[in-house]
């Protein structure tokens, strides 16, 4: 290529004592020597060379459930995506264990008579999470059910939390994700992912579930999440968009920032989360980063809705093609630091992995 000329001689670096195998260091003309693209010449190069891998045990996939029997409904703003009633959705599992998927996070569809205020079909042991879950369990299959710890699909008002006046009520909140935990926690879930951002609510959750026995029951808690437009299809596909009033800017991150991030994450693990998760995904790499750098522990990022749809309809325009796109997208999860991803491709693109 005719931009890879020889450069001018310069001179010899100062010697240092970091370590002869920083390649930042490398500011001489060392081409020819050095030519990066040997080690690309072929896939079987690439292939062995390459920094990260992703595997379909790195992808948990988010499945919508609603009721009836036999039934599975399109999501009009997320093409590809379907709501499923809980035979289907065990079928998902079944589905998900043949491809090496290690968990799925259910999300309900909830009829909108059950919407109220108080959003107490949260805690109704019968609600459409909890039976799918058990239904799931059930089959023995090795796979983690996650479940999302939050009221929005459950209240009249759309928000994630107890509206009390104008305000969303954090103490009051609380107790009722805190019921809510122990009504999941009984139904069989694996994981309980508080996506709320209540202050103050992984200790409660943490505590409630150890003193009634659920030493077992893993938080992955939603810690740095922001209050997003991404998240427009989902609301559309467990049906809250039409409820929702306002926006969740009091409790969910300003975009702005990433300090506060970091706040965000380690009260989170102090409050007793064994997972926590950065969201949205793409948008927020450099967050995804920062959190896996900084605490070192196991550190998901969730490719939302939006993203999601950005991509499929990019492709159906044209644009690019979807599988390459999407590979793409997962592997700078990997890239940045990502122990996994909650994304709605996890059964496309495990089918195309284990292909390979
Ligand atoms: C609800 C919740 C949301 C998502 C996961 N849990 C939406 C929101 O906070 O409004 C978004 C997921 C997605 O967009 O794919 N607490």
């Known amino acids: 290529m005719s931009d890879r000329k020889p450069r001018a001689p310069k001179p010899a670096p100062p010697v240092s004592s970091t370590s002869s195998r920083d390649s930042s260091r490398l500011t001489r003309g060392d081409y020819p020597a050095i030519r990066p693209r040997r080690n690309r010449k072929a896939n079987w190069a690439r292939r062995m060379v390459a920094e990260n891998v992703i595997t379909p045990a790195d992808l ?9 029997v036999a039934k599975r409904e399109p999501v009009a703003s997320m093409p590809g995506v379907e709501r499923l009633s809980i035979d289907q959705a065990v079928e998902s599992a079944r589905e998900a264990a043949q491809l090496g998927i290690p968990a799925l996070a259910l999300f309900p569809y909830t009829d909108p008579e059950l919407r109220t205020d108080d959003g107490r079909e949260a805690f109704n042991p019968e609600n459409l999470v909890c039976r799918a879950t058990r239904a799931i369990k059930q089959t023995g299959l ?3 059910v996650v479940l999302d710890v939050a009221l929005d699909p459950y209240t009249s008002h759309g928000h994630d939390g107890l509206l009390i006046g104008d305000e969303i009520a954090n103490d009051e909140t609380i107790a009722a994700l805190v019921r809510q935990s122990l009504v999941q926690a009984e139904a069989g879930a694996d994981v309980l992912a508080p996506s709320d951002m209540m202050d103050g609510r ?3 959750i943490r505590t409630a579930l150890e003193s009634a026995g659920y030493h077992n029951t893993q938080i992955m808690s939603y810690a740095a999440k922001y209050a997003s437009a991404f998240y427009g299809p989902f609301r559309d596909a467990v049906g809250s968009s039409g409820f929702l009033k306002g926006d969740k800017r009091t409790y969910q991150m300003d975009p702005a920032n990433t300090d506060e991030a970091i706040r965000e994450v380690a009260l989170d693990i102090a409050e007793g989360a ?4 950065v969201k949205p995904g793409m948008p927020y790499l450099d967050i995804v980063r920062r959190v896996s750098e900084t605490f070192k522990v196991p550190t998901f990022a969730y490719q939302v809705s939006g993203e999601y749809a950005m991509i499929v309809r990019a492709a159906q325009a044209g644009c690019f093609d979807c599988d390459k796109a999407m590979m ?5 999860f990997k890239r940045a630091g990502a122990s996994g991803i909650l994304t709605y491709f996890a059964p496309r693109a495990a089918r195309l992995l284990n292909q390979d």
């Open 142 to 144: 090795d796979i983690g």
């Open 274 to 277: 064994d997972m926590v998760m």
């Open 60 to 68: 948990i996939w988010p499945i919508f459930v609603l009721e009836g």
């Open 328 to 332: 793409e997208a997962l592997m700078a």
């Open 202 to 204: 992984i200790g409660a």
